[in-house]
């Protein structure tokens, strides 16, 4: 094995000039990859549910690993990684959520381009050489039992308490108001926005109260978000191991959160935070009445330590050296 691991990193979601917020879970760890030495090159591609793109997509990802000298192919998402196959390289992938569970519609149903992403990323997972997922909960969609959990990881640095005045003047907001934070994207079904929104209001007669939406900016930004709020509400219908509520958490900020994902895990012994039992708007008033009465912070960062990505960071180079060691025949 080279001293310095070259590795093709292909991923369906990648920052563009019209959205460049995008994902920045996977650029954190691509850059942190690069800073733990790994020769990392990225292969970013929109397939778009459309065939045409996949197939040139894969036509240029068979070309590169034909034509240049990559030691391993880490393909985030199951999609992404029908690119790297037929496998001629060891070959990682990281599933994340919607390509093992499906995708949610605006009726709040599977679509049946989501059942056919799920019936890929079953394909991608048993001729993967390495199988990491985010969350402990995806495990039972895969094909195989050997696998690795590693969720998302956090930057620490970034993702820290701050006084909440300060972080109010940074955004502008009122001294005095409650802010809710909703940070995602208002416009994707899975995150159920209108429901997050209508939670909010039905609380606006007696607490002066404003859901503050953090969507399409800056990653570095968010931190002052979270500082400013008083609580993260997540009312997503399905996640994987949403980071969002992990660095709220490093910022000592309450959540209250769907059960989806790994969040039940992640908040169940931090006093001041709730998995809602249900998600009817009325079951979310009620825990988003006690914590802003309450007005406190929590004592969070301590349970997200571990997720330091600069720990996270080693434990995916050493999957990718099991990668290396344990090859599986390739295929003819």
């Known amino acids: 094995m080279a001293d310095r691991l070259r590795v093709l990193m292909v991923t ?42 996949y197939a040139r997509a894969w036509r240029a990802v068979q070309k590169k690993i034909a034509q240049e000298k990559y030691d391993l192919v880490h393909a985030q998402w199951g999609q992404s990684g029908l690119l790297a196959l ?14 093992l569970e499906g995708i949610i519609g605006r009726n709040g149903k599977q679509t049946r381009q989501g059942a056919v992403l799920k019936w890929i990323s079953w394909l991608v997972a048993r001729a993967a050489d390495q199988v990491i997922i985010v969350s402990e909960s995806l495990a039972y969609a895969l094909p195989r039992r050997d696998y690795h959990v590693i969720p998302s990881g956090l930057d620490l640095q970034m993702f820290c308490p701050a006084p909440q005045a300060e972080a109010r ?9 409650r802010y809710v934070l909703f940070a995602g994207a208002a416009g994707n079904p899975r995150k159920r926005y209108s429901l997050a929104r209508q939670a909010v209001g039905l609380l606006r007669d007696e607490i002066d109260v404003e859901l503050l939406v953090a969507e399409n900016v800056l990653h570095e930004q968010i931190p002052d978000y979270m500082n400013a709020s008083d609580a993260l509400l997540l009312t997503s219908l399905h996640e994987g191991s949403p980071n969002v509520v992990k660095e ?22 931090i006093s001041g935070c709730t998995v809602l039992p249900d998600d009817r708007p009325e079951t979310i008033v009620t825990s ?18 571990h997720l330091d990505e600069n720990i996270l960071t080693q434990k995916v180079i050493n999957i990718y050296q099991k990668a290396l060691i344990n090859i599986k025949p390739l295929t003819d």
């Not at 988003?288 to 330590?305: H, T």
């Open 12 to 53: 369906s979601e990648w920052p563009t000039a019209s959205n460049p917020h995008h994902v920045p879970f996977i650029v954190q760890q691509a850059t942190f990859l690069r800073k733990a030495g790994i020769d990392l090159e990225i292969f970013p591609f929109r397939g778009g549910k459309r065939f045409d793109r």
């Open 86 to 99: 037929p496998r001629r390289l060891p070959f990682v992938v990281t599933f994340r959520g919607d390509d």
């Open 169 to 177: 003047r940074k955004l502008g907001l009122s001294l005095n108001r």
């Open 248 to 269: 709220a958490l490093a910022c000592n900020l309450p959540v209250i959160t769907t059960d989806v994902g790994d969040v039940r895990e992640r908040i169940k012994d």
């Open 288 to 305: 988003l009445r006690a914590v802003l009465n309450n007005g406190k912070r929590i004592n969070g960062r301590p349970a997200v330590m």
